[in-house]
């Protein structure tokens, strides 16, 4: 399936709606709702993340899950210990991190390997760092890091006090913002169609000039690094980092949320994560056998709908002309 | 050209058909998922209207056999207050939601809760949970009520006042542990531990060897011997190099901390290398976890236990929740976080009396300090940490081939609660004695 691309003027549609939801959401809905739209907000930025490396520059990671834990361990540990350093400055850091670890992981695998082997390799990387940090005393071990409270931006002329009220959910309605935008840049961009040359044709892509490695490892550094922003955003979120955040089963979601919504779309792991979280919050209380429904729905939907939710409305919408033109023909 | 037309035709209206279906109930469904969570902004509290307890646990996933008792036991106590008049008139009614053993579940799920007018909550059992509990509580206004979490932070190091604690805590438990061994076993004075690799097993090996330190000296005059613990992983498949590991220990008595399904398997591989065999054992606080799975392979031991309802047999609650739980369930081998749960929703009942209003500080005043009665016995909320000071239960367990269930219960006792409860110190770690 091609990509699909989006006019700059409806990526401002679609986001100005997102936000506008976004900042509704307090408004009328309790503070169970609140918290899962914050959560859903950093998904969208882990979805997407992993999309851009998977959907641009053909590069399936099973291990994204140890980029969102290296971002939320990073502001995690930073906040607890080191509270002192500007919260901006923290995210940042954490963002680096992430960073540094796809770095790491790419120079180790991606000259050797592509497709399913560097799929398996990078769920080998996240399941060592798992691990790791179940060891590591400063990381918590396997209970994780408790207190991870919402600090204060300090603007130096005016301060805003993340704890108070809804205003870290705001601040993760607005970062979320900042952060798709900036991928939907790099997803457009000439850097973007680099990528795309790349998963398309590499043989050709490398005989008009293009370093084909460097380009991989260089979309699979920008995952790296939102997906552990977005790591960063969740864990003054929900307070308490653990173990879990790196655990196999944490890195299929980001998969799950763009095969829901359609990867071939930029906002295909969006609608995803919206959709996922409405099944799963649907299910929460038939007890026993919500993951048993939430599985099989997605299934259902994966298997019945291969281009996703988007793809479906995309061929329904396609579809609609001709619709016209029979009747036309049935009554000339 | 006519047939071609026809059959697309045919084939457009059919489709046109199945989207409209699909579209009317996928749109139906839509629109119902998506509002419904709005739909109950307008279920606030009202005075007359019923009080709502919040119940998050553990009804799926590793954690389910413990969350199961906690909800059975939420659900007893509720039928029976509301069977006695309810609280100030108001009927008890409970929220439950699943936290899967996951803290980002647990804590949307505390927050959904609150949200719904059901700052009352109860339930927790992860530790790591409990400790996450604090910070939101306190942001979210509200209170929660733990049934087995088991970290000394809860009531020290991130001690908050809006959790408590209604059970024995790791220092009562593991101490009491060490005073029944120095009473009962005074020539086994070597001691060694297979401890899981988490804050748990550290905790409850730290205080058992602080208990040991003390006891062992005072009741039977000797200095135990203290022999590093063995150290193994969490949910591990294998135990079979640590097993050997023990077996070389010239340590007389083994204390175990290993949980749940690690214990089952620990224990059945340990079978063959007879390691239980001359050896003391003193397992945390599986309570019939083991002996339930193993039957006659059980190896004896003792273990920790929230409630024994033959230990308290006489007590009148205990008695009727013992009745209740068999009437409802069918089981005849009800373990104790049925009886913390019960605990703790008598204590809310209570401290709502006491308060005279669901108002979270009131809630919260009228829990600290507050003497009620419960299935073990009277306990004490203390005022200083949210700690119950409450008598600590530990039944000896043995493999009975003749019995339906394979195991028996030869021995229970009770050790007095203050005898081993640690000073309160909110806020602060607790010195413990450690091996020169």
Redesign the interface.
Known sequence: MSITRIKPQHFAGVMALLIVAGFLLPH?????????GG?VAINMVFGIAFNIAFQKAGILSFGNAMFFATGAYATGYMITQVPQIPFLLMIALSGLAGALLALITGLLALRRSSGVYFAVITLAVGELIHVLI??MDFL?????M??V?RPTLDFAVFQIDL?QGDSYYYFIILSCAVLISILWVLWSNRFGRALQTVKSDPMRADFLGTDINRKRLQALVLSGAATALAGALFAPW???V?P?LAHWSQSTMPLLFALLGGTAFFFGPVVGAVLFS??E??T??L??I??LMVGGLLLAVVLAVPGGVLGLLKS?IA?KP??SL?RK??NP | MDSR?RD??IT?EE??MT?LKRRTVIGGL?AS??T???L??TAWAQSDEPIKIGVVTS??GPQEFIGSFVLNGCKIAVNQINAQGGVMGRELVLE???DRA???DA??????????GAHLQIGTIS???A??M???MS??GGVVITCGAG?EKINHE?YNKHVFRPGDGPYMRMRAQAQLMAERQPEVTSWTGIIP????GRTTWAVFVDGLLEFYPDIAGVQPEIIDPIIVP?GAGDYRSFITQAARSSAKGIYNSTYGGDSVTLFQQAKPYRLFEDRILMDSANEFIVAGALGTQTPPHWTGIHWYHETNKGNEMSDQLYADYVEMTGDTTPMGWLAEAHAGIYAYAKAIEKAGSTETDAVISGLKGLVWQTVTGERTMRAEDNQAIKDVELIYIEPKPDTEKGYAVTDYVKVEGTSVIEPPSPGQAVELRSPT
């Open positions: 009328v809905a309790n503070r169970g709702i609140v918290f899962l959560v179940t060891k918590g071990r396997n209970d994780g408790v207190g409270f704890s929900a307070q308490i653990t879990d409405v099944l919050y649907n929460r209380t007890v026993g919500s993951d329904v579809r001709a619709k029979v023909e049935k | 037309v697309v035709r457009t489709d046109s989207h839509g998922a998506l419904a969570p709005f109950t902004r009804l799926s439950v939601r699943d996951n803290p980002a804590t949307a799920a505390a927050r959904e809760l609150i949200g719904l530790s790591a949970v400790l996450a604090g910070p939101l942001q979210e970290s991130n690799d988490h804050e748990y969490y």
